[in-house]
């Protein structure tokens, strides 16, 4: 068998409302509880070894977060959507070298009463792109990148199903039923009872050790009760841009 060493955040009775948005946001959910879970790290991280399992992913969440990962190899122009997309099979390549079985739930139409919020954020996004100058180091998101996404889900030959609406509680559901891990970064995932592994502490690098007479392969992701880096990655994240 092979192994993915992760860092999974307990689940404590926060109490929280879902807000999902994208303009851009590195991470969504309730403000300022990943900050507070950061700086409680001896407290509230636990070591956990991910292997021979199923996953449950929040799809639209690791899109976001992928692309800001491959977005160091692109153009300052944007639009480079195979570095993109090559960064996505790589993702799940990892995945199934540790015997990983990914199933990505992707968010579907909007409710009515999210129609106002939604529509200002658009604007919002159409007025932050106004203001970018050439050479700027800020962050845009091509007009195609979900697409990209689904298409690299696609090559990657990862199941993936799109909910009806936002698909936080069908990712919840589906995990505590097949009672395995969910991979996002969205601190919801902190109060719906389910393992919840947020997709900045992996460090996407595999590592083999051996275990009796077999060797192993691990992903080994970075322990946020040892790396103060990594707080002060997770804290500044934390608040979304």
Same mark, same amino acid.
Do not use: W
């Given at each position: 068998?092979?192994?993915?060493?992760?860092?999974?955040?307990?689940?404590?009775?926060?109490?929280?409302?879902?807000?999902?948005?994208?303009?851009?946001?590195?991470?969504?959910?309730?403000?300022?509880?990943?900050?507070?879970?950061?700086?409680?790290?001896?407290?509230?991280?636990?070591?956990?070894?991910?292997?021979?399992?199923?996953?449950?992913?929040?799809?639209?969440?690791?899109?976001?977060? %992928?692309?800001?990962?491959?977005?160091? $190899?692109?153009?300052?122009?944007? !639009?480079?959507?195979?570095?993109?997309? $090559?960064?996505?099979?790589?993702?799940?390549?990892?995945?199934?070298?540790?015997?990983?079985?990914?199933?990505?739930?992707?968010?579907?139409?909007?409710?009515?009463?999210?129609?106002?919020?939604?529509?200002?954020?658009?604007?919002?996004?159409?007025?932050?792109?106004?203001?970018?100058?050439?050479? &700027?180091?800020?962050?845009?998101?091509?007009?195609?990148?979900?697409?990209?996404?689904?298409?690299? %889900?696609?090559?990657?030959?990862?199941?993936?199903?799109?909910?009806?609406?936002?698909?936080?509680?069908?990712?919840?559901?589906?995990?505590?039923? %097949?009672?395995?891990?969910?991979?996002?970064?969205? &601190?919801?995932?902190?109060?719906?009872?389910?393992?919840?592994?947020?997709?900045?502490?992996?460090?996407?690098?595999?590592? $083999?050790?051996?275990?009796?007479?077999?060797?192993?392969?691990?992903?080994? %992701?970075?322990?946020?009760?040892?790396?103060?880096?990594?707080?002060?990655?997770?804290?500044?994240? !934390?608040? !979304?841009?």
């Amino acid at each position: 068998p092979t192994t993915v060493t992760v860092r999974e955040r307990a689940r404590r009775g926060f109490l929280a409302s879902s807000d999902c948005s994208c303009r851009i946001d590195l991470k969504m959910g309730v403000r300022g509880l990943t900050t507070y879970i950061a700086s409680n790290a001896e407290r509230y991280l636990d070591p956990h070894e991910l292997h021979d399992t199923a996953l449950v992913i929040d799809g639209d969440n690791l899109c976001i977060q %992928l692309f800001v990962r491959s977005e160091a $190899r692109m153009s300052p122009f944007g !639009g480079n959507y195979d570095h993109f997309a $090559r960064a996505v099979v790589e993702f799940f390549e990892l995945l199934r070298k540790c015997n990983v079985r990914p199933l990505v739930l992707l968010d579907g139409g909007y409710e009515k009463n999210k129609l106002k919020t939604v529509r200002s954020r658009m604007l919002g996004r159409i007025q932050f792109v106004a203001r970018v100058k050439a050479g &700027s180091n800020r962050l845009i998101i091509p007009l195609l990148m979900r697409e990209v996404f689904v298409e690299a %889900l696609r090559v990657a030959k990862v199941p993936f199903m799109r909910c009806l609406f936002e698909a936080d509680n069908e990712i919840a559901v589906l995990a505590r039923k %097949l009672d395995c891990p969910v991979l996002s970064y969205d &601190s919801d995932f902190y109060i719906h009872n389910v393992k919840y592994i947020p997709y900045v502490t992996v460090n996407h690098k595999v590592y $083999r050790k051996v275990i009796g007479d077999e060797e192993n392969y691990e992903i080994e %992701l970075v322990d946020k009760r040892k790396s103060k880096r990594a707080n002060r990655v997770l804290a500044k994240q !934390g608040e !979304g841009v």
